[in-house]
């Protein structure tokens, strides 16, 4: 606990500028479970459409295109379910044996008490602090997930920038909810970890047993058996 709070007071004292205060609720509205599905249904979607050789006129999705993205998107909606799920349950189960209140209710009980009075931890403006059951992160569960299943599905093919794109984005994620002082860094890491497990859990799941199937390389063009 004591690196938790003072890793938490010193993002506080060091990364908070109007211009984060602005941006970091909506970078963590992103890990909202609803709004990820809505993401990746609509690249999906998006993927489906057929071009032209030059890229100029688009088609609507068919059934047969939309099934070759669901390869990818199954195993990602499958893990952001389980994230979703066993995050809460998480929560609701370390509460019962520790309770753990987030950053900013945690300091204005201790200011009650008379303890810690020199520390000032506020939340982004407009935004009202959580308080209590924050182990783990759900939104930083959530798109870990996305992330791990990401990487486990572009492997080693040219796709693999999605991967990376994906990491960056639950990295900021889970960034964002220290800087709103909704989460102690310690939950971002307990829900980095959960959203790695659910992550490879869903492949596993979708590949049965095998979550690293897709890693394997290819066979060249042209190799026989």
């Known amino acids: 606990m004591s690196w938790d709070r003072r890793t938490m007071l ?5 990364c908070r500028t109007p211009f984060l205060d602005r941006l970091m609720p909506h970078i963590t509205d992103l890990g909202l479970g609803h709004v990820q599905a809505m993401a990746m249904l609509a690249v999906a979607a998006l993927l489906s459409c057929r071009s032209d050789g030059e890229g100029r ?18 195993p990602m909606l499958l893990a952001t379910v389980l994230a979703g799920i066993i995050a809460p349950v998480a929560k609701e189960a370390i509460a019962s044996v520790s309770p753990r209140t987030r950053p900013v209710w945690f300091y204005t009980l201790e200011h009650r008490q008379g303890r810690h009075m020199d520390t000032r931890l506020g939340g982004v403006p407009g935004r009202r602090p959580l308080r209590a059951n924050g182990f783990p992160s759900g939104h930083t569960a959530t798109s870990f997930a996305v992330g791990t299943v990401a990487v486990l599905v572009s492997g080693r093919r040219r796709q693999a920038w999605t991967a990376a794109v994906a990491l960056l984005a639950a990295g900021l994620i889970g960034f964002s909810r220290v800087y709103m002082a909704d989460h102690w860094p310690l939950d971002v890491l307990g829900g980095t970890l959960v959203g790695l497990l659910c992550g490879f859990a869903a492949m ?3 590949r049965g047993g095998h979550p690293f199937a897709d890693m394997r390389e290819a066979p060249a063009e042209g190799a026989h058996a």
């Open 204 to 206: 596993a799941m979708a």
């Open 57 to 74: 006129q688009w088609r609507r999705p068919t059934a047969a295109a939309m099934r070759a993205q669901f390869r990818w998107l199954g």
């Open 10 to 14: 010193e993002i506080a004292a060091t």
